[in-house]
Every structure is written in structure tokens, then in C-alpha cells.
């Protein structure tokens, strides 16, 4: 059964840190292209950072040179580091494949991220 728990969200001060994570199971995400997605209140959910199978990361550009994408292949898991966090980096925020993500599949709860300034 395929599932994506994303956790490590919170309150966050505006040029602070905070780290999530997103523990798959019933898939290996080492074999998959993975992303974190952000959705802000009002807006639509939208792509933060993509990490490939072979290490290849892209970011959106409002969170360029601040986040991080990284994965563990041997706890199936995808982080984000989040550094100098700004109020407009606050969502809720999820993970999942790219290609899920783009059939509409498999979405886990998010987890909140609110940056206060």
C-alpha cells in the first residue's frame, strides 16, 4: 500500500530553519523522481523542489539558494532543509512522486509550515 507520511512542520521565525520529512512506503522513492510541493492558503499547490533518481535537484525560484532537497535511499525517505524562511514560505506542505503528483495520486496529509515575521 502505497503511502507518503510528510512530517516537521511548525512554527517557524522568519530567518529560521525548519527540516521536513517524508517517509514512503509500499514504493522505493529511490527509483522514482520526487518532489516537495507547497500549497498556501488561497493558492494552488505548486512545485518547491524536485530531487531526480540521479541526484538532480531543481528548485522553484522564490525558495533558490534557501531549501534544500535531499533524499535517504536506505529509509526510503525525502527531506527538505529550509533555511532563511520568510512568512510567504507558509503552506502546508507535501511530498510525492512527479508522476504521481501529476495524476492526482497518492497524496499524504502535509504537514503545516507557518513563518511568522
Known amino acids: 500500500q502505497v503511502q507518503l507520511v510528510e512530517s516537521g512542520g511548525g512554527l517557524g521565525q522568519a530567518g529560521g530553519s525548519l527540516r521536513l520529512s517524508c517517509r514512503a512506503s509500499?514504493?522505493?522513492?529511490?527509483?522514482?523522481?520526487m518532489a516537495w510541493y507547497r500549497q498556501a492558503p488561497g493558492k494552488q499547490r505548486e512545485l518547491v523542489a524536485l530531487?531526480?533518481?540521479?541526484?538532480?535537484?531543481n528548485y522553484a525560484d522564490s525558495v533558490k539558494d534557501r531549501f534544500t532537497i535531499s533524499r535517504d535511499n536506505a529509509k526510503n525517505t525525502v527531506y527538505l532543509q529550509m533555511n532563511s524562511l520568510k512568512p510567504e514560505d507558509t503552506g502546508v506542505y507535501y511530498c510525492?512522486?512527479?508522476?504521481?503528483?501529476?495524476?492526482?495520486?497518492?497524496w499524504g496529509q502535509g504537514t503545516q509550515v507557518t513563518v511568522s515575521s
Open positions: 530531487i531526480g533518481t540521479g541526484g538532480y535537484t
Open positions: 509500499g514504493f522505493f522513492a529511490r527509483f522514482n523522481d
Open positions: 510525492n512522486t512527479v508522476g504521481w503528483a501529476k495524476t492526482n495520486d497518492y
